[in-house]
C-alpha cells in the first residue's frame, strides 16, 4: 500500500533575515506544526522583500506542493507588500475584506488615532480570501487557495498555527525513532548504509555533534509505517552494539 | 556614483531541518558574515537531502549570484550527498583531492580503524576543487568556481568562514542605523512611508515585537553611504518625535 504523501512548502518573507539581523525561528516552529499535521515540509525559501522574488517563490511552490505558507509582510508599513506580491502571483485584485475590516474596526476603536488609512492596509486581501485568526493581535492571517499568509513575528505566528489546526488535510504523521552513539559517525557509516538499505520504508539520519569535549551522532529513523520503523531501529541497534558502539535510545 | 552589489545565496541542505527536528543556525551565521565581507545575502533555501532538489537550487542560485553557499552534507554517510549534487549540477566527475586524503589520513593516524573507506568519502571533490580549511575537525570544505561547500555543524560552519574571511571580493559593507519606539508600527506607518521615500539611497525596515507587556518596533535603515544613512536617521528620528514618539537610538 503506497501512501499519499502530503507536502508543504514555506516562504519566509524578510529582508532581517538576511541581513543576519533578526534569527528566524519560524521555519522550525511551522516545521513541527507540519509534522503533527501529517504534513511533509519539503522545502523553505528566505527571500527579500521584493515582489518579482515573493511572485516568483510563490509560484513555482505552490503548484510543487498541496499546502504553502508565508510568515512576514502582512503589517501596516510600507516594507509589508505580501498581499500584493500573492495577488501578483496569482492574477487577482487586492480589495479590502469586510470581516477583516470589522475586526480591526473594533480592535482600534480605544487605541488613539482610531482605524487610520495605515491601519487598514492590514484588511487588505487578494480578491476571494478568506481570514486566519489571531488571538494575539488585530491583523488577521489570509488563505487564498492552498496559500496561507501568516505574520512573520514568531508568537503571533504561533496563533496562527494554532487557529489553522485540524484544518488541512495531511497523511500519516511521519514517525521517527532516535539514538545516539558518543561514536564519530565516520566509524559507523557502513552500518548506517548497510540498513538504511536493507530498510527501503524508512529515512535514517546521522547528524553528528561535538559536546563535553567528545564527538558523537544521533541517528534519526524516519517512517509513515511504525511496524517498519521499529524493525528499522532494531536493527541499527542491534548492529551498532554487535560493532562495540553503545545506542542511546532517544538520542543524546 | 552607482556601486557595484555584490550578492550570495545559501543552500541549506538537510531533512533535519525540515523535520524540525534541528533548528537551524547556519543561516544568521553566514548572513552575519556576509555582511562584513560586503555580501549581500539575496536568497536562501533549504532543500532536502534529495540530488535533484540540490542540483535545481545551486544552478539557478550560482547563476544569478556572485558566490553560492551550502551548508550540510558534506561528512562520511550515506546521507551525505551534497558533493555528488554539485557535481552533478556542473557537470564534473567526483575525485579524490590527494590534498584532502593526505589531510584525512594524518587526522585519522591515531584512530582506531585508521582511514577507512567511509572516512576518505570526506576527501571527494567536484573535479578541480580547492579546499577549505576545516581548523576543528577532518574534512576540509570545498571550493569549486563560485560555489563554496561548508560542513552543516555550526561551529564547524564558523571555521571554514573564518578560513574565507577576506578571500572574496565584496563592496561596501551594508552599513545600518536602528532606533526603536514603544509605539505599535501602525501609527507610525505614515512617517516610515514619508521618510523611505524622501531617502532613496535607504532601506527602511520596520520589524514589530510584543515585549514586557507592550507593543513596540524597531526601524533599521540600511545603506552604503555613510552620509545618507546619516541624513535619513536624522530625519526619521526628527519625524518621530515632532509626533510625539520617542526614538531609542540603537533599537530597543
Redesign the interface.
Given at each position: 500500500m503506497s501512501e499519499r504523501i502530503w507536502t508543504a512548502a514555506l516562504v519566509?518573507i524578510g529582508?532581517?533575515?538576511?541581513?543576519?539581523?533578526?534569527?528566524?525561528?519560524n521555519?522550525?516552529?511551522?516545521?513541527?506544526?507540519?509534522?503533527v499535521q501529517g504534513i511533509?515540509?519539503?522545502?523553505?525559501?528566505?527571500?527579500?522583500?521584493e515582489q518579482d522574488?515573493i511572485v516568483e517563490a510563490v509560484n513555482i511552490l505552490r503548484e510543487r506542493n498541496d499546502y504553502l505558507f508565508t510568515t512576514g509582510g502582512i503589517?501596516?508599513?510600507?516594507?509589508?507588500i505580501t498581499v500584493d506580491a500573492v495577488a501578483a502571483a496569482l492574477g487577482l485584485e487586492v480589495v479590502v475584506h469586510p470581516e477583516a475590516r470589522a475586526l480591526l474596526e473594533k480592535y482600534y476603536a480605544d487605541?488613539?488615532?482610531g482605524l487610520?488609512?495605515?491601519?487598514l492596509?492590514?484588511a487588505r486581501v487578494p480578491a476571494g480570501a478568506q481570514l486566519i485568526p489571531n488571538r494575539?493581535?488585530g491583523a488577521p492571517g489570509i488563505k487564498i487557495g492552498n496559500i496561507h499568509l501568516m505574520a512573520g513575528?514568531p508568537?503571533?505566528t504561533a496563533g496562527m498555527l494554532d487557529a489553522l489546526t485540524g484544518t488541512l488535510e495531511g497523511g500519516a504523521p511521519?514517525k521517527?525513532e532516535t539514538m545516539g552513539c558518543w561514536t564519530?559517525?565516520?566509524?559507523v557509516?557502513?552500518i548506517?548504509?548497510a540498513v538504511?538499505k536493507a530498510h527501503e520504508a524508512c529515512?535514517?539520519?546521522?547528524?553528528?555533534?561535538?559536546r563535553e569535549g567528545k564527538?558523537g551522532a544521533n541517528f534519526?529513523i524516519?517512517s509513515t509505517d511504525a511496524a517498519a520503523l521499529a524493525d528499522c531501529a532494531k536493527d541499527l541497534r542491534d548492529a551498532l552494539e554487535e560493532a562495540g558502539h553503545s545506542a542511546i535510545a532517544g538520542g543524546i
Open positions: 519566509v529582508d532581517e533575515i538576511l541581513s543576519g539581523r533578526t534569527h528566524d525561528r521555519i522550525a516552529q511551522v516545521a513541527e506544526w507540519l509534522q511533509r515540509l519539503a522545502e523553505v525559501r528566505v527571500v527579500a522583500d522574488r503589517g501596516p508599513t510600507h516594507d509589508d487605541k488613539p488615532g487610520t488609512e495605515d491601519r492596509r492590514m494575539m493581535s513575528v508568537h503571533i511521519l521517527a564519530a559517525e565516520s566509524e557509516a557502513g548506517l548504509r538504511a529515512q535514517i539520519g546521522s547528524y553528528p555533534f561535538f564527538v534519526v524516519r
